[in-house]
């Protein structure tokens, strides 16, 4: 289950005076020099009702109202440099890091899952940025193949299956970006197992248990295809 960052070296320590942490990896691979869109991509959604909605300008703490159920945070930032959003626990540490980029971005994250309460997210940015906050129920059918350009949260409702991760990179990083994944049960309630843990470009077959939610954290594109299991 990938909570904490790991791995992965800081801008803090490659730019001097630069502060936000970078969420982490398993495995380095080099990659093309950063470069940012000039928008963030829509957000695809399954059309359930928005319970919250907090916008911003800069860095901040916000309490989102979510109580201790599982929920999806649709998060938008709209400036061109750095972007970090952290999950923090009751103590005010971050015990999740949910975005580490630059530029203009769209994706939406898990919170609330296996148990672990988030009480406040802490937002660094250096533009107008907006954090939607919906119920499981706006989680996305995967009806056998997906294609995200960011972080988001699936809903797989077959039975066991393999499934073929591809995470193409982004050129929004020098170290080719991160991409992590992780299965929960379909009611966010418990960890099933941890899918994929990588920087730069990966393709490989994982197996996935089901049903069940699948929760990637990347700053790039990514796809997922089921093949299930035979009779």
């Given amino acids: 289950m990938t909570w904490l960052m790991r791995g992965r070296r800081s801008r803090a320590q490659e730019v001097p005076g630069a502060g ?12 093309p020099a950063p470069v940012a869109p000039s928008a963030p991509p829509p957000l695809l959604r399954a059309g359930g ?10 860095s901040r703490v916000v309490e ?44 939406r994250a898990l919170a609330n899952a296996d148990g672990r309460p988030v ?10 940025w907006t954090v939607e906050v919906t119920g499981l129920a706006d989680a996305v059918v995967l009806d056998g193949h ?20 591809r995470y193409t990179g982004t050129a929004r990083s020098a170290d ?11 009611d966010g309630s418990g960890f099933l197992d941890e899918l994929a843990n990588h920087v730069g ?12 939610l699948v929760y990637a954290r990347s ?12 009779s």
């Fill in 20 to 31: 936000p942490v970078a969420l982490s990896g398993v495995a380095k691979t080099a990659g």
């Fill in 49 to 58: 009702p928005v319970v919250q909605r907090v916008s911003g300008d800069g």
């Fill in 64 to 107: 989102p109202a979510t109580g201790a159920e599982p929920v999806i945070l649709g998060i938008t930032h709209h400036g061109p440099g750095h972007f970090v959003v952290d999950a923090l626990d009751g103590r005010m540490r971050s015990g999740s890091q949910l975005v580490y980029t630059d530029g203009p971005f769209a994706c």
């Fill in 119 to 128: 009480r406040a997210l802490r937002i660094q940015a250096d533009g107008p």
């Fill in 146 to 165: 997906a294609e995200r350009e960011a972080s988001d949260v699936l809903r797989h409702e077959g039975g066991p299956a393999i499934a073929q991760l």
């Fill in 176 to 186: 080719g970006g991160y991409f992590l994944a992780d299965a929960f049960e379909p």
């Fill in 201 to 212: 470009p990966w393709t490989g077959e994982v197996p996935l248990p089901g049903p069940c």
């Fill in 219 to 230: 700053d790039g594109p990514w796809s997922i295809t089921l093949r299930p299991l035979r």
